[in-house]
């Protein structure tokens, strides 16, 4: 089980930090990603930390934001800086229960939190 929290409404330039608590496995033995899902687009991946804890991003991000983990809270927290209007979506985690899959596709992941709303006003 996996839930996601930390959304909210901010402005442009500011910063938010999202929590995804899981439940029931070790996160050192998973793949953690986070996905955000904007209206009337596809859900995308945005970072995804595997086993070995080296983070994997989308381009797209320009380094703006940041995956990581807290082994003893078993959380993995992304930090999102610099936010802007486009970044508005809904971002979910997500885990792969293999941990061997490519991190940067959905379809690798095997259990989704219920999504957490970021709105970004301009």
């Known amino acids: 089980q996996l839930q996601a929290s930390g959304g909210g409404l901010v402005q442009a330039g500011d910063s938010l930090r999202l929590s995804c608590r899981i439940h029931?496995?070790?996160?050192?033995?998973?793949?953690i990603g986070w996905f955000r899902q904007a209206p009337g687009k596809e859900r995308e991946f945005v970072a995804a930390?595997?086993?070995?804890?080296?983070?994997e991003y989308a381009d797209a991000l320009n380094a703006r934001f940041t995956i990581s983990r807290d082994v003893t809270k078993n959380t993995v927290s992304l930090q999102m800086d610099s936010l802007s209007p486009e970044d508005t979506a809904v971002y979910y985690c997500?885990?792969?229960?293999?941990?061997?899959?490519?991190?940067?596709?959905?379809?690798?992941?095997?259990?989704w939190g219920q999504g957490t709303q970021v709105t970004v006003s301009s």
């Open positions: 029931g496995r070790t996160i050192v033995t998973l793949i």
């Open positions: 997500a885990a792969d229960q293999t941990a061997y899959g490519d991190p940067r596709r959905r379809g690798s992941y095997d259990y």
């Open positions: 930390i595997p086993r070995s804890g080296r983070a």
